[in-house]
Structures are given as structure tokens and as C-alpha cells.
């Protein structure tokens, strides 16, 4: 199993670009979640989906947007990205039943120039 | 506010030593007291978790204590190796909405030395 595969590994911007990150996990899980990862800051939740359909936000969902595609693939979009978005970004997943853990991506390093 | 408290922030043991690591939470709705290990580079993965109806939950030379009175949760690993060198993150959580409603320490990075 693959389990939770993110695209692309690295990434460079400049000040005010695009980019969607990819998300797809082949375990069935309902539960997807993005989290970004800065240093002494632990993870800190963007957005989340309870289910494929809908989306709600986190901790720090400024600046992002995001689309649950289906039941496997969520991503998340910077529609105009800024230094403060340099980050290392997480995606996971959970099923959804009882609190349990959840399973994440390798994550995507990304750089804002 | 601060929901979590994790510390140290930084740990370095010996070859064979002890490492512990504590956690304090104030949210009494956490239900699943998880610890996720983390090695450079990679995404942070499960290593062990316990919920609120025990004390103390060992697997091999990993064990979580959880206080539920006083509101904490440790980490301790026993005979600490060089491989265990990695950065260690508490994360209690309890299910809310259909989805895992967690909270992340900050993180504690462990060095294990020869």
C-alpha cells in the first residue's frame, strides 16, 4: 500500500504565484486533513474534510484554499503565495470511527521567494 | 491558548539511556493520547498511543504514563538507541464532526549519542 502520497516533494515560488499541492491516500479513509510544519511551531492544522464533499477550516486557513475531489485525492491551493507561506506541508488521513491515528504524506517542502 | 505543553524542546542522551518526555494538556475532551515520531524528512508517524482508561501502556522499549488527574501524558524510552534519534511530537486528540480533532506539541528533538 501507498497509503498517503503527496506531489511534489519541493517546490519553489515567487512572491504572488499559484500552485496546488496533490494529495491522494488509498486506505479508505474518510477523514483527510492539510497541516503545514514550521520550526518550534509543531503542526498546525490549514484545512480539513470530515468526508468527501466537505471541507471546513482549521487553525490557519489564511491564504489557502482547498478541494476534496473525491474520497481519495484533497488538495490545497495558494492562490497568490507570500514569504509567510514558507513551510513544510503535511497532508493525512484517518478513518473515521473513534479517535485513532492518523497517517501522513511525506510531505511537500515549499519555499516562497 | 496554549492546549498543549510539550518539553523538552531539545534532548540529549547517552547510548543505553533513559529519555523521557512529557506532555500537559488542559482540554478534558481529549480522548487518544498518541505519540508520533518523526525522522528528518519524512512525515511524523505513529509510535505509540494510549487512551484514558489506563495508566501505562509499554511496547518493546516504549512506554507512555498517563496522569489523567494531572492532566499529563510521558514518554519514556528505555536502553535509547543512535535510531531513535528523531524528533517527537505528542498530539492528543478526541473525535469531533466525523473528523480527529488534534492538537500537536511543539516537538521535542532527541539526539541519542554513542
Known amino acids: 500500500n501507498a497509503g498517503v502520497t503527496q506531489t511534489p516533494k519541493f517546490q519553489v515560488l515567487k512572491t504572488g504565484q499559484s500552485m496546488t499541492l496533490q494529495c491522494a491516500q488509498d486506505?479508505?479513509?474518510?477523514?483527510m486533513y492539510w497541516y503545514r510544519q514550521d520550526p518550534g511551531m509543531g503542526l498546525r492544522l490549514i484545512y480539513y474534510s470530515a468526508s468527501e464533499g466537505t471541507t471546513d477550516k482549521g487553525e490557519v486557513p489564511n491564504g489557502y484554499n482547498v478541494s476534496r475531489l473525491n474520497k481519495r485525492e484533497f488538495s490545497l491551493r495558494l492562490e497568490s503565495a507570500a514569504p509567510s507561506q514558507t513551510s513544510v506541508y503535511f497532508c493525512?488521513?484517518?478513518?473515521?470511527?473513534?479517535?485513532?491515528?492518523?497517517?501522513f504524506g511525506q510531505g511537500t517542502r515549499l519555499t516562497v521567494v | 491558548q496554549q492546549q498543549v505543553k510539550q518539553s523538552p524542546q531539545s534532548l540529549i542522551v547517552q547510548k543505553g539511556g533513559i529519555s523521557i518526555i512529557n506532555c500537559a494538556y488542559e482540554n478534558t475532551a481529549f480522548d487518544y493520547f498518541p505519540w508520533y515520531q518523526q525522522f528528518p524528512g519524512k512525515g511524523p508517524a505513529l509510535l505509540i498511543a494510549?487512551?484514558?482508561?489506563?495508566s501505562e501502556k509499554k511496547e518493546g522499549r516504549f512506554t507512555i504514563s498517563f496522569n489523567k488527574s494531572a492532566k499529563q501524558f510521558s514518554l519514556h524510552i528505555m536502553d535509547s538507541q543512535p535510531g531513535d534519534s528523531a524528533t517527537y511530537f505528542c498530539a492528543p486528540q478526541y473525535l469531533e464532526g466525523g473528523y480527529q480533532k488534534v492538537t500537536f506539541g511543539t516537538g521535542t528533538k532527541l539526539q541519542v549519542i554513542p
Open positions: 486506505m479508505n479513509h474518510n477523514s
Open positions: 494510549i487512551r484514558p482508561d489506563v
Open positions: 493525512a488521513s484517518s478513518p473515521p470511527r473513534g479517535s485513532t491515528e492518523a497517517f
